[in-house]
């Protein structure tokens, strides 16, 4: 269910079809959440020796990994099989207990975030495959159940996604102007100001006198240093 549930994602348009691997090719999608995108990316199954050798190369560079379960088909012996292979290739999946590693990298290979999507909650008759599922691996990776078919809990998904990305929302203010609230930018969860203003433009960085925040700061305008940590959803208004 890997290609339907990107097309009810994403712009994209899989093939989507009964048999298995008709995913040949990396295909595409922007999902939209809320006022920002990300982009999702739709690849063969994992098993497929005529596709492994690059599969394996795009996951090492994604930033997220979602693996998608068939509820229909032992979900907890799918799960078990998809980790067994990724890290065969040096790829370990980042649990709840990696947190506090302080980077994606580790000497035998690459961490990286990783959520269970479990597909086809229309199509079973009990929870018992996706109880199981959690029992096995719940503790450490959080799961999201949905429905691609009847376009079920694909909203908590999203929001599952945005958040594991570890990603805040910053918008502009012109000094003397209105916000902008149309575009904003997204910077990793604590950033600072000056990590805002050397995003923007590295010059900003030697020319940032003061800035103004509004959002999570003690007051609306409030003057703050340049090491002031940023939250999602702040206002920022930099000064030249």
Same mark, same amino acid.
């Given at each position: 269910?890997?290609?339907?549930?990107?097309?009810?994602?994403?712009?994209?348009?899989?093939?989507?079809?009964?048999?298995?691997?008709?995913?040949?090719?990396?295909?595409?999608?922007?999902?939209?959440?809320?006022?920002?995108?990300?982009?999702?990316?739709?690849?063969?199954?994992?098993?497929?020796?005529?596709?492994?050798?690059?599969?394996?190369?795009?996951?090492?560079?994604?930033?997220?990994?979602?693996?998608?379960?068939?509820?229909?088909?032992?979900?907890?012996?799918?799960?078990?099989?998809?980790?067994?292979?990724?890290?065969?290739?040096?790829?370990?999946?980042?649990?709840?207990?990696?947190?506090?590693?302080?980077?994606?990298?580790?000497?035998?290979?690459?961490?990286?975030?990783?959520?269970?999507?479990?597909?086809?909650?229309?199509?079973?008759?009990?929870?018992?495959?996706?109880?199981?599922?959690?029992?096995?691996?719940?503790?450490?990776?959080?799961?999201?159940?949905?429905?691609?078919?009847? =376009?079920?809990? $694909?909203?908590? !998904? *999203?929001? &599952?996604?945005?958040?594991? /990305? #570890?990603?805040?929302?910053?918008?502009?203010?012109?000094?003397?102007?209105?916000?902008?609230?149309?575009?904003?930018?997204?910077?990793?969860?604590?950033?600072?100001?000056?990590?805002?203003?050397?995003?923007?433009? =590295?010059?900003? $960085?030697?020319? !940032? *006198?003061? &800035?103004?925040?509004?959002? /999570? #700061?003690?007051?609306?305008?409030?003057?703050?240093?340049?090491?002031?940590?940023?939250?999602?959803?702040?206002?920022?208004?930099?000064?030249?």
């Amino acid at each position: 269910g890997k290609s339907s549930l990107i097309a009810c994602l994403t712009n994209a348009n899989p093939v989507i079809a009964d048999y298995p691997i008709s995913t040949l090719t990396p295909l595409p999608g922007m999902m939209p959440f809320e006022d920002i995108q990300f982009q999702l990316v739709d690849l063969p199954p994992i098993g497929n020796e005529a596709t492994d050798g690059w599969v394996s190369g795009i996951l090492r560079y994604a930033d997220i990994l979602l693996l998608v379960i068939d509820l229909t088909e032992y979900p907890d012996i799918q799960a078990e099989l998809l980790i067994d292979q990724l890290i065969r290739w040096n790829i370990h999946p980042k649990s709840r207990t990696d947190i506090s590693k302080p980077n994606d990298r580790i000497p035998s290979g690459v961490l990286k975030k990783t959520l269970i999507v479990t597909n086809k909650t229309d199509a079973v008759m009990d929870n018992d495959g996706l109880v199981n599922l959690e029992r096995k691996y719940g503790h450490l990776y959080n799961c999201v159940a949905v429905s691609a078919r009847k =376009k079920e809990n $694909l909203e908590p !998904l *999203k929001r &599952a996604i945005f958040e594991i /990305s #570890a990603v805040i929302r910053v918008y502009s203010k012109p000094p003397g102007k209105e916000p902008d609230l149309s575009t904003p930018f997204t910077v990793p969860a604590g950033s600072t100001i000056l990590d805002l203003a050397g995003y923007i433009h =590295k010059d900003f $960085l030697f020319r !940032l *006198k003061y &800035a103004r925040v509004w959002g /999570s #700061a003690k007051f609306d305008g409030q003057r703050v240093e340049k090491n002031f940590l940023l939250k999602d959803r702040d206002i920022v208004e930099l000064n030249l």
